[in-house]
């Protein structure tokens, strides 16, 4: 009788792990077709703007544009937007080398106050052009690409994440700007950085 019990009660636990692998299985391949339809569709969708953008470009003009000239964003919430940037500039140390661009983001105002800690035209992302390249600024609201290669004659499209810690609810006004070195060198050899930016475009934050 406990030989019968014993088998029955080996039965039962063989059925119970086969059901188990198999949800599991099932679970698993259903996690992988979600995951590959939502990377599927954000391929698409950087595709998408980054065509938006590079014609935005040939049809304006414009060295430097944005998908978004104002975002609405919530205290410590990250949002994304794109940038486009086209390379007129040569390399004049060599032709067949790209350009180094370096973004700077500044606060300049703010509409009801100031940008952070009673103060304004603040380096906010990118590099503090106050310190150099290479130097991040103090407060940071954005997350990008700290220098970047682009070959004369192309558009660059790139992600760049606002998430703002601490501000006040207010409207700011931002610049984006690109400084290039002045011989149009490359960002592994480096050199001296124009005064002037490349190109400069203002946009706006609503932050709540």
Do not use: H
């Not at 299985?25 to 698409?44: D, H, N, P, V, Y």
């Not at 100031?114 to 052009?129: K, L, P, S």
């Amino acid at each position: 009788m406990n030989k019968k019990a014993a088998l029955q009660l080996s039965i039962n636990a063989i059925v119970i792990l086969i059901l188990a692998i198999t949800i599991l299985s099932l679970g698993i391949a259903f996690i992988k077709s979600q995951f590959g339809t939502l990377t599927e569709r954000f391929t698409e969708v950087s595709a998408e703007i980054k065509s938006e953008l590079i014609n935005k470009i040939k049809d304006t003009g414009e060295l430097l544009v944005f998908n978004r000239v104002e975002i609405e964003a919530k205290l410590g919430k990250p949002e994304e937007f794109y940038i486009g940037i086209k390379n007129t500039a040569p390399n004049l140390n060599d032709p067949d080398k790209p350009v180094c661009f370096i973004p700077a983001i500044k606060c300049i105002n703010a509409l009801n106050g100031e940008c952070f800690d009673g103060r304004n035209n603040v380096y906010v992302g990118g590099t503090d052009m106050t310190l150099g390249p290479g130097n991040a600024p103090e407060v940071k609201w954005f997350s990008l690409f700290p220098e970047v290669d682009i070959k004369t004659g192309e558009v660059n499209v790139y992600p760049v994440t606002l998430q703002i810690a601490q501000a006040l609810p207010d409207t700011y006004l931002m610049e984006f700007a690109v400084y290039k070195y002045q011989d149009g060198g490359d960002c592994v050899t480096g050199g001296v950085v124009d005064e002037r930016p490349y190109q400069a475009k203002q946009f706006f934050i609503k932050l709540s």
